[in-house]
């Protein structure tokens, strides 16, 4: 075979000081060889500006050729090391062969290593309604309202989802006047909710529709089940009204319900209810570990339910209690519960990780009115970063092991996600 001379002379447009061969370097039969005489150092000097560095039109083979001739570039120099302060001591260095933050020390290298990750994707957006056309203000929770059903409700929804939250779940205002002691108004099929269900559906088909099942807002003493005439919470006859409210929101197009009541047997006995009406698709967010807080108080004054005498002790939970969150998740998932729920959230982060811990199911957390409140009314005093505050109450409630989060900040915190000013 012919041998190939190849000519690796001066390059052009190359910022670096290394050698060239003094003559032409011989490729034969497919083998590089060397000339053994001595080469000449030779400086090229990149042309003027400061743009990129051009590229040479030597082939791969050639430049390999010229590192191993010698002719090496010559990189940028490393960076020095930052000076310390004047007066920092000198100390010997610790003989730590681990330390942590080494993985901390860059954006790029804790965006690596972040463990938990926060996104539109993970709310639930909650949303007042009522029969009205106007949105009314919520003077305890700035920035919410009771939205008209025909109008302000689906403008609502659009603008969430333009911003990527895509779930719901709708708590009714209803008129005093379609208030009882035993809520009949929860299961009618042309109610707020339903028509409500029905409109969202029409309008957006793909939409994740939660739903409140509780007769609070329905019922004329304001608790979640029916009232006997000594003040106790009837619980079997309040899970009959309970299957029937569900299977009206099933029917109207609900994707989830969710019995927040906190009656015993409640999720086994919707299951069958939904299942025996074909609604075996809808799925049961059960209020699990929901407890009787004092984090309730915005959102009772949005829906006016505050009830009417007593308080809610005899059926949500203690808020002094943990253990005894193990026992409503366990009767929960064994009645065919899909998703476990806590409540509140932020003040309850301990439950949530025990419910992750004791169960394969899905991990809900309600962000509730008081929680929202605090922190707003911290952003508006300047006492706290509202948006930083947010933030990260939101990731750590997912980091406790929340799945999806109940919240009022949904669509602020998802346009902040997203970059956009709120």
Known sequence: MASTFVNVG??????????????????????????????????????????????????????????????????????????????TPVVPLLPLSRRPRRNRRSPALRAAFQETSLSPANFVYPLFIHEGQEDTPIGAMPGCYRLGWRHGLVEEVAKARDVGVNSIVLFPKIPDALKNATGDEAYNDDGLVPRSIRLLKDKFPDLVIYTDVALDPYSSDGHDGIVREDGV?????????????????????????????????????????????????????????????????????????????????????????????????????????????????????????????????????????????????????????????????????RRAGADIILTYFAMQAARSLCGEKR
């Open 233 to 397: 919470i009837m619980n079997d006859e309040t899970v009959h009204q309970l299957c029937k409210q569900a299977v009206s929101q099933a029917r109207a197009g609900a994707d989830v319900v969710s019995p927040s009541d906190m009656m015993d047997g409640r999720v086994g006995a919707i299951r069958n209810a939904l299942d025996a009406e074909g609604f075996h698709h809808v799925s049961i967010m059960s209020y699990t570990a929901k407890y009787a807080s004092s984090f309730y108080g915005p959102f009772r004054e949005a829906l006016d339910s505050n009830p009417r005498f007593g308080d809610k002790k005899t059926y949500q939970m203690n808020p002094a209690n943990y253990r005894e969150a193990l026992v409503e998740a366990g009767e929960d998932e064994s009645e065919g519960a899909d998703i476990l729920l806590v409540k509140p959230g932020l003040p309850y982060l301990d439950i949530i990780r025990l419910l992750r811990d004791s169960s394969s199911l899905p991990i809900a957390a309600y962000q509730v009115s008081g929680e929202y409140s605090m922190i707003k009314a911290g952003g508006a005093l300047k006492m706290i970063d509202e948006e930083k505050v947010m933030l990260e109450s939101l990731m750590c409630l």
């Open 10 to 87: 001066p390059i052009k447009g190359l910022d670096y000081v290394g050698f060239r061969p003094s003559r032409p370097l011989k490729l034969n039969s497919g083998r590089t060889q060397f000339d053994p005489r001595p080469l000449r150092r030779l400086t090229v000097r990149a042309g003027d500006g400061d743009g990129p560095v051009g590229k040479t039109r030597l082939s791969d083979a050639e430049c390999e050729a010229a590192v191993v001739a010698g002719n090496v570039p010559q990189a940028p120099p490393a960076p020095p090391k930052p000076a310390a302060p004047a007066g």
